[in-house]
């Protein structure tokens, strides 16, 4: 019914409100009806068929949901405007004017946006994922290795959710790490893992280093928002025929140039958290190189000591030939033998250090210097940054003294209006992209700083647990020809050390110091359920005359052995003289092979 033609009508005299006829048509709210309970539907509102006035008679929403605003009668003596957000839930200036207001549109109408904020959190983006789990290593001689993963996936971009057996060289790898690093700025890509370690080519510790830490690097690599959007993986994932990339991006300035660039002082950073990673990385970088140089000269040292220790076991078992009393002709062939034992003992100690501890220096050495340069990077973008912005203002006061002339001419103007616009646009442009990569970089770096730190201290506690064990198994080579060394003669052979009287009661025992239950030199008890079978004998000092029964406080939190004989009543003894602290130095004295 059109309201608008009651205005000339003589059987409604109120005139234009259709509720002018009613008793109480003076009040400005309506009382609430028992059954305010019972929710509105769900349903969009209608839009309203009464134009403009619509507010009055309860229609508060138009066909996208979104509140119309409040005249000045209802907000108050100020309007105002009453924008829903793009969620569509209310702002807190409208959820605190809703109580207080009375009317009956503005009641009916909360219901319904609520529940299309509820619809539209219900319809939110899904959070993507990348992930590739390395299934098999494919190794022929010293070629490059073909590594073989699964990925799933719930991007768009891909054709579908799962590929089985994916297949790509190391080399492949290598250029998708490259493009990565030259067309993502604001990400730390990581340092591709090398295809060989130093463990061995066809060992299975090599494979097993080799398949863990390209594991590592595709779950860094696909954890971050950023790289797993590059359309370079969807190449690399589903390409039929190996892979390279397709489009070849540069870094922001090589060779020479780049080398000028780095000579100057680094620009004005109002980051300073980013400000201050660089030297740390830098140093850091420098540090791991020089430190992985170190490595490889005892490594190459140690592999020396290896094979000239060698070459002496042989001498000395080549000496019991001509040597005619029998025990000492038997010490010769034994003590070359074990010598000879002990030079394979070093020289794989220094395959283990190369492997524990040279691997993960270079590694991160190589991963360091690209965050640096991607910091550089930076830079480089902060100091465009300023050229275009001393450039749009160069063109800016151009402009200026071109209006300021007497004698303007169209083409001059057009020219300068289409400078000064470019300008303003491309410094437009670079301020949002060094926005971006200082807000990306900023988050990449304290993860990186948590990943770098994981990495060197799981890397030092295997190459100290490696150090350990090849010492104690040398040690324990040694003490296998003790017992032939004193049976060179019936008085003890080269124990007694030149002394007539050896008390019997002093002898050291003939039990080896490396067993299953601890380092006999310290005394204490290897700890169960310890998947390193290591001791903690070199963990701190021991405290002489500590009364038992009396725990150290001294940070370790459990009880340490004291150098008395009643410290030792808890471990169980195969032999009765065994060393401990406190009569090391006395037993070193009347006692060697």
Avoid at 238 to 252: A, I, L, N
Avoid at 412 to 424: H, T
Avoid at 454 to 479: C, H, K
């Amino acid at each position: 019914m059109d309201y608008s033609a009651l205005s000339h009508d003589a059987e409604h005299p109120g005139g234009t409100d259709p509720w002018a006829s009613s008793p109480q048509h003076n009040r400005s709210s309506f009382a609430q009806p028992p059954t305010s309970d019972i929710p509105s539907s769900p349903l969009p509102p209608q839009a309203s068929p009464y134009g403009q006035g619509s507010e009055q008679y309860g229609y508060m929403g138009d066909h996208d949901g979104h509140q119309r605003p409040g005249t000045a009668s209802e907000n108050g003596d100020h309007a105002q405007p009453q924008a829903s957000t793009q969620d569509g839930q209310q702002t807190p200036h409208q959820q605190q004017q809703g109580p207080a207001q009375g009317h009956t549109g503005h009641q009916r109408h909360e219901q319904p946006q609520r529940y299309h904020g509820n619809r539209q959190q219900q319809h939110q983006r899904p959070q993507y994922k990348l992930q590739a789990k390395v299934t098999g290593l494919e190794r022929t001689g010293r070629k490059d290795p073909i590594l073989r993963f699964d990925v799933y996936t719930n991007l768009p971009k891909f054709r579908t959710t799962q590929f089985r057996d994916v297949r790509r060289l190391h080399s492949e790898f290598v250029k998708l790490g490259e493009h990565l690093i030259s067309a993502n700025p604001e990400a730390f890509v990581p340092a591709v893992p090398p295809a060989i370690t130093s463990a061995g080519v066809g060992t299975d510790e090599d494979e097993g280093r080799v398949k863990n830490s390209i594991q590592r690097w595709l779950n860094v690599v696909c954890s971050n928002d950023v790289l797993i959007r590059d359309e370079e993986m969807v190449f690399f994932v589903e390409s039929d025929f190996g892979y390279s990339p397709v489009v070849h991006r540069k870094q922001p300035a090589t060779g020479v140039r780049r080398k000028v660039i780095k000579q100057f002082a680094p620009p004005p950073d109002d980051t300073p958290e980013l400000a201050a990673a660089r030297p740390i990385v830098k140093a850091f970088y420098l540090g791991t190189m020089d430190t992985g140089q170190k490595v490889e000269k005892v490594v190459k040292s140690r592999r020396s000591l290896g094979l000239a220790e060698s070459d002496l076991g042989v001498k000395f078992a080549a000496m019991h030939v001509q040597e005619n009393h029998p025990g000492l002709s038997l010490a010769y062939r034994k003590l070359g033998k074990v010598i000879q034992a002990t030079g394979d003992y070093h020289a794989a100690q220094g395959t283990g250090e190369a492997t524990t501890l040279g691997d993960p220096l270079t590694y991160h050495s190589s991963d360091a210097f690209i965050v640096k340069e991607t910091l550089t990077n930076r830079h480089i973008l902060l100091r465009e940054l300023l050229q275009a912005q001393a450039a749009t203002k160069s063109k800016l006061s151009a402009a200026d003294r071109l209006k300021a002339s007497s004698s303007v001419k169209r083409d001059k103007v057009d020219e300068a209006i289409a400078a000064l616009d470019e300008a303003r646009s491309h410094e437009e442009y670079l301020l949002k992209k060094s926005q971006r990569v200082t807000a990306n970089l900023l988050q990449e770096q304290r993860k990186w700083f948590t990943r770098t730190s994981t990495d060197m201290r799981s890397a030092i506690r295997e190459y100290v647990v490696r150090q350990i064990e090849a010492e104690r198994r040398t040690l324990a080579t040694l003490e296998q020809v003790r017992p032939d060394i004193r049976a060179i003669d019936g008085s003890g052979g080269l124990s007694r050390l030149g002394r007539e009287a050896h008390p019997a009661q002093r002898r050291a025992s003939l039990a080896s110091s490396q067993g299953p239950k601890g380092d006999a030199w310290s005394g204490v008890p290897r700890r169960p359920g310890d998947g390193l079978n290591r001791s903690m004998s070199g963990s701190m000092a021991t405290v002489p005359d500590v009364p038992e029964g009396e725990e150290e406080e001294a940070g370790v939190g459990r009880k340490r052995a004291s150098s008395k004989a009643g410290s030792m009543q808890g471990v169980t003894e195969e032999d009765e003289d065994r060393i401990d602290a406190k009569n090391a130095a006395s037993r070193l004295a009347t006692t060697t092979f």
